[in-house]
């Protein structure tokens, strides 16, 4: 099977860089754009970062029938054996299998902080399903990333569906090609656009930890609402892989950000620009959030999931801890 090339059009990666330079879209590594057409689908590389989708080689060749059928249970899901160039070490993302088994040729996938400040709560989810009542969309409840997500995906979707909502998550538009998607995204973004209130962070009067310097986003533990969202969970996967479960409020020396309450977020100097963007991605969603809408967190079983740390340790940590 060819790998054709010609389908990684100007016009699609410069849909995926966008997409990756705008931190409202996609935080660091997160977010990922397919195209396919036939027996051949290109998707983003895991650990590639969309921003650099028109300047490096992010994306990999996959055969879309054998990654459409490890969508349906054959084999592992992360579809490394579907990989056409053997000579390439690029993996194809982990969330290769949804976009082998949407039947559409464009697929972009973001964590849009609009949409996360609608899907991470109760009252958030019921103001997207009427703000987006005319489109055709579904909402998926929340699963990890790879095939239990796309399991979800699966099982809700219909052949018109073209815009996905994953609660806790993020964002899925598809389309016959990519203005379709671009403008679909553009639609929804408008719909679930979410005034800014003016949260503005005091410069904390004390100086930093050793190793650590004060957070722009310092404001989210200088307001005892906000702080009490940050440290009562974790609401969305990738928060979890960069920063933790919820914010700690002492350093164990395992997480770049620690809260200190009513003075400011000591970001570790070394903390890399993922850390930096996840860390950012809270702060823009807390500054969006109504303050009557309440945000879920994925719990401790998640967290865990993600993490690839046993559950039952993990929670028998946190019991000692409290
Ligand atoms: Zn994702």
């Known amino acids: 099977m060819k790998n054709r090339p010609e389908l990684l059009t100007p016009e699609f990666r410069a849909l995926s860089a966008r997409l990756g330079s705008d931190p409202l879209q996609v935080q660091g590594p997160g977010g990922n754009t397919s195209i396919k057409d036939g027996d051949v689908m290109w998707i983003k590389a895991s650990g590639t970062e969309l921003a650099n989708a028109e300047t490096q080689d ?31 070490t690029l993996r194809p993302s982990i969330e290769t299998t949804f976009h082998a088994a949407l039947d559409h040729k464009v697929v972009a996938h973001t964590h849009s902080v609009a949409t996360l400040v609608h899907v991470a709560g109760l009252e958030g989810r019921a103001q997207a399903v009427q703000k987006l009542a ?23 979707v219909t052949p018109d569906t073209k815009v996905v909502l994953l609660q806790n998550h993020g964002l899925i538009c598809c389309g ?11 639609d929804v973004e408008t719909r679930l656009a979410m005034a800014v209130s003016g949260r503005q962070t005091k410069p904390p009067k004390e100086r930093a930890p050793e190793g650590f310097e004060w957070a722009h986003e310092s404001w989210v533990a200088q307001e005892a609402w906000a702080m009490a969202h940050a440290t009562a969970g974790s609401y969305y996967p990738d ?9 700690p409020v ?6 770049p950000a620690v809260l200190y309450d009513g003075v400011g977020i000591a970001l570790r ?8 963007a996840m860390l950012r991605c809270l702060s823009d ?5 109504p303050s009557d809408w309440s945000l879920d967190p994925i719990g401790l079983e998640a967290e865990a999931e993600l993490l690839n740390w046993d559950a039952e340790k993990y929670r028998q940590t946190l019991a000692a801890r409290a």
């Not at 928060?239 to 914010?247: E, Q, R, T």
């Open 285 to 289: 969603i807390l500054a969006r959030l």
């Open 239 to 247: 928060h979890v892989v960069f920063l933790g479960p919820a914010l």
């Open 134 to 156: 005319d489109l055709p969309f579904v909402m998926v409840p929340y699963a990890k990333p790879g095939l239990p997500l796309t399991r979800e995906i699966l099982s809700r």
């Open 176 to 186: 016959d090609t990519v203005d379709d998607v671009s403008n679909l995204i553009h």
């Open 58 to 88: 992010i994306f990999v060749a996959v055969d879309r029938n054998a990654a459409k059928a490890e969508a349906h249970g054959q084999g592992d899901g992360s579809c490394k054996q579907t990989v056409l160039d053997p000579a390439i």
């Open 250 to 255: 002492q350093d164990d020396g395992r997480w």
């Open 269 to 276: 100097v070394e903390a890399t620009p993922s850390q930096r």
